[in-house]
């Protein structure tokens, strides 16, 4: 059982920048892969990066490529999400969830999630 929690969200202006975290319990973080998604007002989820469980492969998806940078520290059981330059359209509650083995795009091959933490970006 792995539970998440993230922290990091809050209200930032076009072109801002926040670091989301998301904590994991458990002994055997270093054994998932990680990822985050997000979810707009009426919009379905949607990925927005992963990273594998040694941190050497990640993925993104074409709306952030360039301006998020997903990284884990182990040690601390903890994944990041680093968000510069954000956009209006940015603005969804992000999850960060985990999976043992699985296509790492797809929200569907996920164990564990988080309850999500709320990013608003204001034009």
């Known amino acids: 059982q792995v539970q998440l929690v993230e922290s990091g969200g809050g209200l930032v202006q076009a072109g801002g920048s926040l670091r989301l975290s998301c904590v994991a319990s458990?002994?055997?973080?270093?054994?998932?892969?990680m990822g985050w998604f997000r979810q707009a007002p009426g919009k379905e989820r949607e990925f927005v990066a992963a990273i594998s469980w040694s941190g050497g492969d990640t993925y993104y998806a074409d709306s952030v490529k360039g301006r998020f940078t997903i990284f884990r520290d182990n040690a601390k059981n903890t994944v990041y999400l680093q968000m510069n330059s954000l956009k209006p359209e940015d603005t969804a509650i992000y999850y960060c969830?985990?999976?043992?083995?699985?296509?790492?795009?797809?929200?569907?091959?996920?164990?564990?999630w988080g309850q999500g933490t709320q990013v608003t970006v204001s034009s």
């Open positions: 969830a985990a999976v043992l083995a699985g296509k790492p795009r797809v929200s569907s091959e996920y164990d564990y």
């Open positions: 458990g002994r055997t973080f270093s054994t998932y892969a």
